[in-house]
């Protein structure tokens, strides 16, 4: 009888531990799914963050892309030339004008040096500007007189500047070419002016000369004199 009752007692905390293990399984498997629930929803937050991060980028890629569209049509078609050198004097770029002042295509001027097309009396200059502007680092101006291909020659103004964090220097040319000429005419005109003021004056003075003479010889004839002067 004892065995039986042993029997059964032994069944029923069985029966229980199985009952509370289950529900032990049951509620991982309910955390688990909860678990799951909230990774997916991070993951799928996450990808959305993504998602609007990337259309940030793109746009600010494109701002990006028209800011420099709008700095290479500045610099290109800009109507002052502008030339990058090296610091052994070598075009590594140039915009349209640039090209245009020394009569060749960009693709034939890149990688040249630029003491090529200044014209031997301006060279030394030339030199002396690119020298101090990598030692000193700070602007250097200078007039040059540049030597075209059909050996015209034109005057530029240059601007020599080298950035502290640059192996380049950056020039600005100038065609003063027409400004030298009307210089030029200006001065010849004025030179003229002087001289006729010169011989309008040396006449000037001959006629009172020439006045102050006959008035002498009219008052020693006894006559008087016929001109004030």
Known sequence: M??????????????????????????????????????????QVHQIELEMQNEELMKAREQAEESMEKYTDLYDFAPSGYISLSNEGTITDLNFSAATMLGKDRKHLKN??????????????YNQALENAFINKSKKTCELFLLLGNDTKICVHIEAIVSENSNLCLLTLIDITERKRIDVELSKKSQQLEDMNRYFLDRELRMIDLKNEINELLIKSGCEKEYLI
């Not at 029966?15 to 678990?35: M, N, Y």
């Not at 040096?113 to 031997?120: K, Q, T």
């Open 2 to 43: 004892k065995t039986n009752e042993y029997d059964k007692s032994e069944s029923i905390n069985l029966r229980q531990q199985a009952e509370e293990e289950l529900l032990k399984r049951k509620l991982t498997k309910s955390f688990d799914k909860v678990d799951n629930l909230k990774l997916i929803h991070e993951l």
């Open 112 to 125: 040249t040096r630029f003491g090529l097309y200044v014209h031997p009396e301006s060279i030394e200059l």
